[in-house]
């Protein structure tokens, strides 16, 4: 089975500035190169590496010490 590729008309590629070489993969939102192999995710998935960011825990309190204050 065929993977469906879309080109994006105008588009310029970041890594070779070719013109109109920029596809999509619209099964796992990799946009790529056909020119010169230029990979990303496209911005906004859930699978953009950049998007992912870690949550400081903040204001945590441990339960344990509330059940000591309690006795």
Request: net charge positive; hydrophobic share 30%; glycine share 4%.
């Amino acid at each position: 089975m065929k993977k469906f590729i879309q080109f994006i008309a105008g588009a310029i590629c970041p890594s070779c500035s070719e013109q109109d070489s920029i596809a999509i993969h619209q099964d796992d939102d990799e946009i790529y190169c056909a020119k010169c192999g230029y990979k990303e995710f496209r911005p906004g998935s859930i699978k953009d590496p950049k998007k992912m960011t870690t949550i400081k825990a903040v204001n945590v309190v441990d339960i344990t010490d509330f059940n000591k204050t309690k006795k």
